[in-house]
């Protein structure tokens, strides 16, 4: 690999850059502004002032709206859902599932939902 690219690399993680634009990108497609760029300004200024401590961080959603959408998904109340169901709600949301350690077989419970979205 060259010294350039583990450089640039090394910057992405540093300033954890890849997770910002995804949050950013989730947010647009949750909310899906009629103005996006001024939506997006808006949003790194609640960053800014969340960093400072003069505010909340901004939230793609709230737990309500979490707890929501899994009761939608688990549709006989058995208090788990399937991985592809999980994986599909996350794409859905605009966010990623490639990290994702979750077996096949495994049930995603409510708190695991929540800690993913």
Not at 46 to 56: F, I, L, N
Not at 85 to 106: F, M, N
């Amino acid at each position: 690999m060259a010294a350039g690219e583990e450089q640039t690399r090394e910057y992405l993680r540093r300033h954890r850059l890849p997770e910002l634009l995804q949050h950013l990108g989730a947010l647009l497609l949750f909310h899906r502004p009629e103005r996006p760029r001024e939506f997006l300004i808006q949003v790194l200024e609640r960053v800014k002032a969340g960093r400072r401590a003069e505010g909340e961080y901004p939230e793609l959603m709230d737990e309500a709206n979490v707890e929501a959408m899994f009761s939608l998904l688990d549709v006989l109340g058995q208090g788990h859902i399937t991985p592809a169901q999980y994986r599909e709600a996350l794409k859905t949301l605009g966010l990623s599932a490639e990290d994702l350690e979750v077996g096949d077989d495994e049930g995603i419970t409510l708190d695991v939902f929540k800690e993913g979205v």
